[in-house]
């Protein structure tokens, strides 16, 4: 049936009503798309732009090269040097093992390190370079590189790696390097980047530790293409680091092969100090180490040598190890006990041999005794028995007062691996560590450096120094730092009456120039080289009663480590004094005998700034000493070598 007029006219309004609501709401989507599009295009053009970079652009970290360290003359002590390098890529190797196959049969690898960079290859992810062997020569780079088709994956680098030209005299001083490992992150409040990197190499020991931000510098950064697996496809930009700065250091690098030269053999340790500023210019410990086997990756049997030596060549004897200081500590007593104005220097006390304190005897070193005794000849000839007697007048406290007064008991700001503090011990001290009251037992056996009192080297050599100046010589390791030079350590003045001082000093010289000087064969006879020293002897075992009365058993008789520890400390010129030396030989007996001619030695060559003229040794010595210079000389020559290679 034809529908009317009349419903065919509401249809088409109806049908454009629709049209329209359904027309506007297109033009409105549209809109609303054109306008997101605008936004999206222009307004945020720079923030999408951003984000799509990031997707497919990484930066990574460029290490920077590694401050270099000087002596005080500039020759080099840690330098960095070109190091060739071959490195594999997993997923372009396709078979690791045959091509490490191929690889060794072209050049002569360690198979101990080439398994160990295997271990490595398949904890890392497919993409990412491991090394596989490091300080190759050019030749074995030029092999690489020939044979490059048959070894997929294989890459040969140029790097930079840590070298120290002189090797075990510096090791103590200097230190060495070594890659991050998880213990180094968990003991070091360090957020920096560069540590994140496999295999980068922070300061271990020495120097290079404890100066490891300085030196280690900023790092730079690459800009890198990669696709969806992360895997890099270009390098597209690069911003270089900052190179870490660079350290002088006041040791003399001549100074220092001399001493490792003259300790050569001895477990001993010696410390030189420039009495004029406070430098270091030696701070030597014997037997020492190559640094260099450490940055290379040690094998078992060097480590197992160095562990295993009974002479401890890790330790740094000179500033670590802490030893009674024997007879070289009665010059402390003698100040707190001339200041404390309990005793006058002409006073005498008589010396039979003991001395009996609440029915305990101790005894002197000289079984008959000395007789009586006054300032200048108890430390001339080293009497004990005037100790026993001024140190219960003044007591421990004071005595305790005056050896940090001259450094001792303290620990010593310096950049340098496991600085001893010592112990001046006094009351306080006994009662908090080990909760007993002070006795005067306690206090006799510390007055002549025995007991509880314990030094290193080097708080010796600062006692030494500061009784020479009268002032509060402090130790200086660190000469400049990128070229600004650091504090003076001269010190102000240390408050001790300069008479005091004076009494102090010409009985210390008469300790080596006296006809009965303990150290008299140690002299020095150039003119305006006279030296002033002390003598010390360690006790380390106890000596009974029963052996007192048989006779006490000589050092020569003993097991090595049974025998007493040998201590010489002095200053020179003793009318003008620019050095202050303190050696200690391990066991070595009498510091007349073992140390007191090595001190000699040292402070001579430091006086001359190299070898000395023989006349300036005693004439009997003069044979020996120069079949010794001939000897070390040889060793001396490679401080020349390592100025001219540089």
């Given at each position: ?5 009349r419903?065919?006219?509401?249809s ?10 359904i027309?506007?709401?297109?033009v ?14 222009v ?24 401050g ?24 372009d ?11 060794m ?23 990412v ?11 074995d ?18 790097g ?7 090797g075990?005299?510096l ?19 360090d ?9 980068f190499?922070?300061g ?9 931000r ?8 690459k ?35 001399y ?36 940055v ?6 060097d ?54 304190v ?20 108890s ?10 007697e ?22 010593h700001?310096?950049p ?21 009251d ?9 007055s002549?450096?025995q ?7 080097l ?10 100046t ?6 200086r ?5 990128s ?7 001269l ?9 005091t ?49 048989r ?34 030989v ?9 140390a ?9 060559q ?33 401080v ?7």
């Amino acid at each position: 049936m034809k529908r009317p007029n009349r419903d065919n006219g509401d249809s088409m309004r109806m049908i454009s009503r629709r049209g329209l609501i359904i027309g506007g709401a297109q033009v409105a989507v549209a809109g609303a798309l054109a306008w997101r599009m605008q936004s999206m295009q222009v307004e945020q053009a720079d923030q999408f732009r951003l984000l799509a970079e990031e997707n497919r652009i990484n930066i990574r970290l460029i290490p920077p090269a590694r401050g270099l360290i000087f002596d005080r003359n500039g020759h080099p002590l840690a330098e960095n040097e070109q190091n060739y390098r071959v490195v594999m890529v997993r997923e372009d190797a396709g078979d690791v093992e045959e091509v490490l196959a191929k690889l060794m049969q072209i050049v002569d690898l360690d198979p101990e390190a080439v398994a160990k960079a295997v271990e490595e290859i398949n904890r890392r992810s497919p993409f990412v370079p491991v090394t596989i062997a490091d300080r190759l020569r050019w030749e074995d780079v030029a092999e690489i590189n020939i044979n490059a088709p048959a070894l997929p994956g294989i890459t040969a680098e140029v790097g930079l790696s840590r070298a120290y030209p002189f090797g075990a005299p510096l090791g103590h001083v200097v230190g060495y390097v070594g890659p991050v490992s998880d213990y180094d992150l968990s003991r070091i409040d360090d957020q920096d980047p560069l540590l994140q990197i496999p295999k980068f190499q922070i300061g271990k020991t020495g120097v290079e530790n404890k100066l490891e931000r300085t030196l280690r510098g900023a790092a730079g950064t690459k800009r890198i293409e990669v696709n969806a697996l992360g895997r890099v496809m270009r390098e597209l930009d690069r911003q270089e680091g900052t190179k870490g700065a660079d350290v002088q250091l006041t040791i003399d690098a001549k100074l220092q092969t001399y001493c490792q030269a003259r300790l050569d053999g001895e477990s001993a340790g010696a410390v030189v100090i420039d009495l004029e500023n406070g430098d270091l210019r030696a701070v030597c410990s014997s037997p020492s180490f190559d640094p260099n086997l450490f940055v290379r990756g040690i094998s078992v049997k060097d480590w197992g040598d160095l562990n295993e030596n009974k002479y401890r060549p890790l330790a740094a004897k000179a500033v670590q190890g802490i030893y009674p200081p024997g007879s070289t500590f009665k010059m402390v007593t003698a100040l707190a006990a001339l200041e404390g104005g309990v005793i006058s220097p002409d006073e005498t006390v008589y010396c039979p041999g003991h001395t009996d304190v609440f029915g305990t005897r101790f005894h002197c070193w000289k079984r008959a005794g000395h007789g009586n005794m006054n300032l200048n000849e108890s430390i001339k000839q080293s009497c004990d028995c005037y100790y026993y007697e001024i140190s219960q007048r003044i007591g421990i406290d004071k005595i305790a007062e005056m050896a940090r007064k001259l450094g001792i008991g303290i620990k010593h700001d310096l950049p340098l691996s496991a600085v001893a503090n010592g112990l001046a011990p006094d009351k306080a001290w006994k009662a908090e560590v080990r909760g007993e009251d002070w006795r005067i037992g306690d206090t006799v056996n510390a007055s002549i450096g025995q007991g509880y009192v314990l030094t290193s080297p080097l708080h010796l050599a600062v006692m030494t120094a500061r009784i020479a100046t009268g002032r509060e010589v402090t130790p200086r390791l660190i000469k400049s730092v990128s070229g600004v030079e650091t504090p003076s350590g001269l010190g102000d003045n240390l408050g001790i009456n300069e008479n005091t001082l004076r009494r102090i000093r010409a009985a210390m010289d008469d300790v080596v120039n006296h006809q009965r000087g303990t150290a008299r064969r140690s002299r020095i006879v150039a003119d305006g080289m006279r030296m002033a020293g002390k003598t010390g002897t360690s006790q380390v075992r106890r000596i009974t009663a029963e052996e007192r009365a048989r006779g006490v058993t000589s050092n020569a008789d003993l097991p090595w480590e049974r025998r007493d520890h040998a201590l010489f400390v002095d200053f020179a010129p003793s009318e003008n004094p620019k050095f202050a030396v303190a050696v200690i030989v391990e066991h070595g007996g009498g510091g007349s005998t073992a140390a007191a001619p090595i001190a000699r030695d040292i402070t001579l060559q430091a006086l001359y700034d190299g070898t000395p003229p023989l006349e300036a040794y005693p004439s009997a010595d003069r044979g020996r000493i120069a079949e010794q210079q001939s000897r070390i000389e040889e060793l001396i020559a490679t401080v020349d070598n390592v100025q001219d290679r540089a």
